[in-house]
């Protein structure tokens, strides 16, 4: 997908902008449904994500929902139906297609550049999820965040039971999981779930300004290495992990960026490092 065909109509399931150099802004946009998850919301998110991913334009992203609500978890006419059927459909979950059509949730976690969620307010079920597969969370003051998966008689849905104990530890992930409680912003930034609290007027722009420091300042391909790293190092051994970052540093110091990210602080002027795309 082109930057051309980015959206531009308000009527469109998630907005795409630019507001600020190197930095794309995706709003999820069905504010009359706290952005509610259904394919067609799933279908526009993961191709907007995946034109960023291959957009040199693009370093970093911001995810966000319109309204009141960042995303309420699945619509619950597509729970409605799926439980009403003679079977019981994936037990009134919506199925992995439906949910993300041709990606994995996991997806967010592979694009070779930091998104950053700003949580601005509801943020449930896979709403949740959607944050969790972002890089960094910034949440509004109060937002409320469950899992809400057993409450529907549901289970830890599309790898939350992956991404939630590494976040807030085992103790803190089962709680959130069984107990499907309410959790606000504020206790979510103190198990480590969210990174900051912002008061809701300046939630967004934090985000954006955050975003545009690593993409004017930061080497895009160490972020994507970075990042690659921080999740594929999960399942090594300390060792293991180790003498893998003894090969990824060898082939950094001999990449442009590396010259340049020294010749910049030297020179006492902003880098021009490479795009990196998927």
């Given at each position: 997908?082109s930057p051309?065909?980015?959206?531009a109509?308000?009527?469109?399931v998630v907005?795409y902008?630019?507001?600020a150099?190197g930095v794309?802004?995706?709003?999820?946009?069905r504010?009359?449904?706290?952005n509610?998850?259904n394919?067609?919301l799933?279908?526009?998110?993961?191709?907007?994500?995946e034109?960023?991913a291959?957009?040199?334009?693009?370093?970093?992203?911001?995810v966000t929902g319109?309204g009141r609500?960042?995303?309420?978890?699945?619509?619950?006419d597509?729970?409605?139906?799926?439980?009403s059927s003679s079977d019981?459909?994936?037990?009134g979950?919506?199925?992995?297609?439906?949910?993300?059509?041709s990606h994995?949730?996991?997806?967010?976690?592979?694009?070779?550049k930091?998104?950053?969620?700003?949580?601005?307010?509801?943020?449930?079920?896979?709403g949740?999820?959607q944050a969790?597969?972002c890089?960094?969370?910034?949440?509004a003051?109060?937002a409320k965040f469950?899992t809400a998966f057993?409450r529907?008689?549901?289970i830890?849905e599309?790898?939350m039971?992956?991404l939630?104990?590494?976040?807030?530890?085992?103790?803190?992930a089962?709680d959130?999981l069984?107990?499907?409680?309410?959790?606000l912003a504020?206790?979510?930034?103190a198990m480590?779930?969210?990174?900051?609290?912002l008061?809701?007027d300046?939630?967004?722009?934090?985000?954006?300004?955050?975003?545009?420091?690593?993409a004017?300042?930061?080497?895009p391909?160490s972020m994507a290495?970075?990042?690659?790293?921080v999740?594929a190092?999960?399942g090594?051994?300390?060792?293991?992990?180790?003498?893998k970052a003894?090969?990824?540093?060898?082939e950094?110091l001999?990449?442009?960026d590396f010259?340049e990210?020294?010749a910049?602080?030297?020179e006492k002027?902003?880098p021009?490092f490479?795009p990196?795309t998927r």
């Amino acid at each position: 997908m082109s930057p051309s065909s980015s959206p531009a109509s308000g009527s469109d399931v998630v907005l795409y902008s630019t507001p600020a150099p190197g930095v794309a802004l995706l709003t999820l946009n069905r504010p009359d449904r706290m952005n509610a998850w259904n394919a067609d919301l799933s279908a526009r998110y993961f191709e907007l994500l995946e034109h960023c991913a291959q957009s040199d334009d693009v370093r970093a992203i911001v995810v966000t929902g319109a309204g009141r609500g960042f995303c309420a978890g699945a619509d619950m006419d597509a729970l409605q139906s799926i439980g009403s059927s003679s079977d019981g459909g994936s037990g009134g979950a919506p199925s992995a297609e439906a949910a993300s059509g041709s990606h994995l949730q996991s997806f967010t976690t592979t694009v070779p550049k930091p998104v950053i969620a700003a949580v601005n307010g509801a943020c449930a079920g896979i709403g949740m999820v959607q944050a969790l597969a972002c890089d960094i969370r910034f949440a509004a003051a109060g937002a409320k965040f469950t899992t809400a998966f057993g409450r529907r008689g549901l289970i830890a849905e599309y790898g939350m039971s992956w991404l939630l104990p590494r976040l807030v530890g085992t103790a803190n992930a089962l709680d959130l999981l069984l107990s499907a409680r309410v959790v606000l912003a504020e206790e979510a930034h103190a198990m480590g779930m969210v990174n900051a609290v912002l008061p809701a007027d300046k939630l967004v722009d934090h985000a954006v300004a955050y975003a545009a420091d690593l993409a004017a300042n930061v080497s895009p391909t160490s972020m994507a290495v970075m990042k690659q790293q921080v999740y594929a190092d999960y399942g090594m051994t300390l060792g293991d992990a180790e003498q893998k970052a003894l090969r990824l540093m060898k082939e950094s110091l001999r990449r442009p960026d590396f010259k340049e990210g020294v010749a910049s602080f030297l020179e006492k002027r902003p880098p021009n490092f490479s795009p990196v795309t998927r």
